[in-house]
């Protein structure tokens, strides 16, 4: 597969081009949480489902927190590519491997031992604890394979190679959709069966990857050694604000849901709808995101500061002309949209009210997506957790809050909407006049 040198060539064409294999592995991994759901709520039934909903609260948690690490590893081992330095490509590579495999082994063993507590904790309701815990527990035996070729895929983007982790994805979405229905029913594992099946995926995944990539030589990987105390100091200092990034965004979700909830039933069914149509529709502008991150930071390791100012404006662009199609069609599709989940007339009627206001927004958070992905590119983690803080607690809650009681039903999507445009203006102006691009990982890293 093509790996690109992002530091020459056309800006734009490199967006298209690296961001669409991208978009399509994101979309692959919804479908594949919409499959598993799909199989077990028809199988096994509606506890059934409550239950792997519960655990899933649980499992995008710890998920969150590997997304971090490997927001760590794309800055890293981008600017690495980028300035050259093949030896500390396999430096940080080694290091990442090593405290990605402790960690995975780590949490792997206090999740499985502690699955029933959390959930109790989580007030898991009494009839779909058991469930819940053994989904969970096996979920926790499989966790190595999650971060594995998450990782794997990482570390392909940051070399400049989108496509191949889209191979992996695609084997791991075909054996869940397959595999599903034969441990569910006809092994009859039930639940259990889920969980295994899900390990499987990832698992041959994450095993075809490490194959492929060692077989092709596409990586640097070496066998592992203890990393130095500087490798590990700078992964932790990246990777720990990124990962509380994420949960950040995961407890400002549930708080804005508490808001919902005050509206009723109805509300609650309608937004919740919606909001899994929000997962897909900012697919483009998140995977947009992820490979402006990529582009940028091959060319701060290069010290190429205008590519990097070219780079975030047609981000900017093509997230608009992108986003603004999605908000379009979403308008007119938004009641339509919604009956894919929903059925109930007023719930449906709730969901598709939320969509129309809020479809014109997506745009400006799309802003948020390319332009905190050029600040992450340098290394600058702390500022936009700090920035995150303010678009979810600072902004996005509190307007929510606010708009809901002011104007009813309608002010949860012109809250968030708002929001949106605000914290866009914010990160813009971080972006325009914050010291992100003054950040110095390395020590031999070019100077501009």
């Known amino acids: 597969m093509k790996q690109y040198d992002f530091t020459q060539g056309s800006i734009f064409k490199q967006l298209i081009f690296f961001s669409t294999p991208i978009l399509f592995t994101n979309l692959l991994q919804v479908s594949y949480q919409f499959i598993d759901s799909l199989w077990v709520g028809n199988l096994l039934g509606a506890s059934a489902l409550g239950a792997i909903a519960v655990s899933g609260t649980v499992i995008f948690t710890i998920l969150s927190f590997i997304i971090g690490i490997n927001n760590a590893s794309l800055t890293i081992l981008s600017q690495q590519k980028g300035n050259k330095d093949e030896a500390g490509v396999i430096r940080y590579l080694n290091a990442f491997v090593v405290i990605l495999t402790s960690l995975a082994v780590l949490l792997g063993i206090i999740g499985y031992l502690s699955s029933e507590a959390i959930l109790t904790m989580l007030r898991t309701p009494a009839g ?214 929903i059925q109930e007339t007023d719930a449906v009627a709730f969901g598709t009210h939320y969509l129309q206001v809020v479809a014109f927004f997506f745009p400006f958070l799309g802003i948020n997506f390319i332009l905190n992905g050029v600040v992450r590119a340098a290394g600058a983690m702390f500022s936009i957790l700090v920035l995150n803080i303010i678009s979810f607690w600072v902004l996005r809650y509190p307007l929510t809050y606010l708009f809901a009681n002011w104007f009813g039903e309608i002010g949860i999507g012109l809250g968030m909407g708002t929001s949106f445009v605000i914290s866009s203006i914010i990160a813009f102006g971080y972006y325009r006049y914050g010291k992100w691009n003054e950040k110095k990982l390395f020590k031999n890293a070019k100077v501009s």
């Open 128 to 341: 779909m604890l058991a469930e819940a815990t053994i989904y969970l527990q096996i979920n926790f035996i499989g966790i190595l394979f999650l971060f594995g070729y998450n990782f794997i895929g990482t570390v392909m983007r940051a070399v400049g190679d989108s496509k191949t982790p889209l191979r992996f994805v695609v084997i791991s979405v075909i054996l869940n959709a397959i595999l599903d229905p034969i441990f569910i029913s006809t092994l009859d594992y039930g639940i259990a069966g889920a969980a295994y099946v899900t390990i499987l995926s990832q698992g041959f995944a994450f095993l075809y990857g490490l194959f492929y990539i060692l077989k092709k030589q596409l990586v640097p990987f070496t066998i592992p050694t203890f990393p130095k105390r500087e490798e590990m100091r700078l992964i932790f200092k990246l990777g720990i604000p990124s990962g509380l990034q994420m949960m950040v965004i995961s407890a400002g979700v549930m708080a804005i849901m508490s808001v919902v909830t005050s509206f009723g039933e109805d509300a609650v069914a309608g937004v919740g709808a919606a909001q899994r149509l929000d997962s897909v529709l900012m697919l483009p502008a998140m995977a947009l995101g992820t490979a402006v991150s990529s582009i940028a930071g091959q060319n701060i390791g290069a010290a190429k500061w205008n590519r990097v100012h070219q780079i975030a404006l047609y981000g900017v662009m093509y997230n608009f002309a992108i986003m603004f199609c999605v908000a379009v069609a979403i308008f007119f599709l938004a009641e339509q949209a919604t009956r894919l989940f």
